[in-house]
């Protein structure tokens, strides 16, 4: 661990390191860049890295536009996946920005991931990423593969049963355009495909779908509207001090769905600047379903809390609500603390807030680029009955 750590520390300086920035902010304060929707060749003025205003007309001649910034990042990653798995492997984004976008224009990028680990687990994913005519439109493609052992718990316990095991073989794949309709907000169309295989099932009586649809393998086609300034992965942090996407899924049998059912989902985030180089960032996370989603469409805890691994607490509905609090140390440097509380429950009127699962740990971060507001972290963190640490690129909110 120690040696993939300097191997990224070592990356960073080589990759991120070479190419000066045409423009100096001044990252000493942490909290995150405020979303400019207009072109810069329109604005008057910039910040230096002392915070005075510079007026554009004393700027050089090459300054006073949108820049073409483009790279590429080839990044190890580190995770735990499950009690039994741990997977390693690396994250490859170029990324670029068209000339005469503004400075803190989100980037595009097209990324490629690959992990393995234990168990013959395979993680494969691909995604592009676009943004033109100065960030009013948004196109966004996806497909991932998943290849894994899984387990199969009773469902809407407190300490769920384990039932049994299968292998899993997930196909997702993720289509999305979305145009800006006011402030730095979106509206878009949404569109989802998922293959959920379930093969090798032991022990193989408990597979049965009069138990739950979907435990012999389904599929889920769905089409909904999302609204909201939310980045698409977690590559780049928001840019606004108010980040939230609002989603409504229909996934139909009419589109090659199992079972026809809804996901509703709300993502609220809130980036506080306490003082300089102190930050607090929070987060509330809702999902709940409609109609009769398949065994694998359930909510998943683990999905959000990574203390919790995908398959142990399911349920129709989940609520999570998490904060975390960001030290800018010195220069790239950050270290973080974070806690958080998952509920899940078949019924939106049955959670309990003294029923929670906690997550709580703490790691570091490294700026691979300010600019473009990524960075690299090590995190350590525990939950109930479960702890491990992760390294890799991005963050979770």
């Known amino acids: 661990m120690k040696n993939l750590f300097l191997l990224s520390i070592f990356t960073a300086f080589n990759i991120f390191g070479q190419a000066p920035d045409p423009y100096k902010f001044d990252y000493s304060n942490t909290e995150p860049l405020e979303y400019d929707d207009s072109n810069s060749s329109d604005n008057t003025e910039n910040y230096d890295s002392s915070e005075n205003y510079i007026i554009e007309d004393d700027l050089p001649q090459e300054y006073k536009r949108g820049f073409l910034n483009s790279g590429y990042s080839f990044f190890p990653i580190y995770?735990?996946?499950?009690?039994?798995?741990?997977?390693?492997?690396?994250?490859?984004?170029?990324?670029?920005?068209r000339n005469g976008e503004p400075a803190k224009s989100s980037p595009n990028y097209l990324r490629t991931v690959f992990t393995a680990g234990q168990n013959q687990y395979t993680n494969m994913g691909i995604s592009f990423n676009n943004y033109w005519n100065n960030e009013l439109n948004n196109a966004y493609a996806s497909f991932q593969y998943n290849r894994r052992w899984a387990y199969y718990y009773q469902i809407s316990q407190d300490n769920p049963v384990l039932l049994g095991e299968y292998r899993a073989s997930d196909f997702d794949l993720i289509l999305s355009y979305r145009q800006r309709v006011f402030g730095n907000s979106y509206i878009g169309l949404r569109y989802n495909y998922e293959y959920n295989g379930m093969s090798d099932r032991?022990?193989?009586?408990?597979?049965?779908?009069?138990?739950?649809?979907?435990?012999?393998?389904?599929?889920a086609s769905g089409l909904g509207i999302v609204l909201g300034n939310l980045p698409n992965e977690n590559v780049y942090a928001p840019r606004s001090t108010f980040a939230y996407e609002i989603s409504n899924m229909f996934y139909l049998t009419a589109?090659?769905?199992?079972?026809?059912?809804?996901?509703?989902?709300?993502?609220?985030?809130?980036?506080?600047?306490?003082?300089?180089?102190?930050?607090?960032?929070?987060?509330?996370?809702?999902?709940?379903?409609?109609?009769?989603?398949?065994?694998?469409?359930?909510?998943?805890?683990?999905?959000?809390?990574?203390?919790?691994?995908?398959?142990?607490?399911?349920?129709?509905?989940?609520?999570?609500?998490?904060?975390?609090?960001?030290?800018?140390?010195?220069?790239?440097?950050?270290?973080?603390?974070?806690?958080?509380?998952?509920?899940?429950?078949?019924?939106?009127?049955?959670?309990?807030?003294?029923?929670?699962?906690?997550?709580?740990?703490?790691?570091?971060?490294?700026?691979?680029?300010?600019?473009?507001?990524?960075?690299?972290?090590?995190?350590?963190?525990?939950?109930?009955?479960?702890?491990?640490?992760?390294?890799?690129?991005?963050?979770?909110?």
Request: charged share 20%; aromatic share 22%.
């Open 79 to 97: 995770e735990r996946i499950d009690q039994n798995t741990t997977a390693a492997g690396i994250d490859f984004s170029y990324y670029f920005r």
């Open 202 to 219: 032991t022990p193989f009586s408990v597979f049965s779908e009069q138990a739950f649809i979907g435990l012999t393998g389904s599929s």
């Open 255 to 397: 589109f090659g769905s199992k079972s026809d059912f809804g996901k509703h989902t709300f993502d609220f985030r809130e980036y506080l600047g306490l003082f300089k180089n102190h930050t607090l960032a929070l987060q509330l996370y809702i999902n709940f379903l409609s109609g009769t989603p398949t065994y694998r469409q359930l909510s998943s805890i683990g999905d959000l809390l990574r203390a919790y691994y995908h398959d142990k607490y399911l349920d129709y509905h989940m609520m999570v609500l998490r904060g975390e609090y960001r030290w800018m140390m010195f220069d790239r440097f950050m270290m973080t603390a974070f806690l958080g509380a998952g509920y899940h429950s078949n019924s939106i009127r049955k959670f309990k807030l003294n029923d929670y699962l906690p997550s709580y740990g703490a790691g570091f971060r490294y700026f691979l680029n300010s600019e473009l507001n990524s960075f690299a972290r090590l995190e350590y963190f525990e939950g109930r009955g479960s702890r491990g640490f992760m390294f890799g690129i991005g963050d979770d909110f």
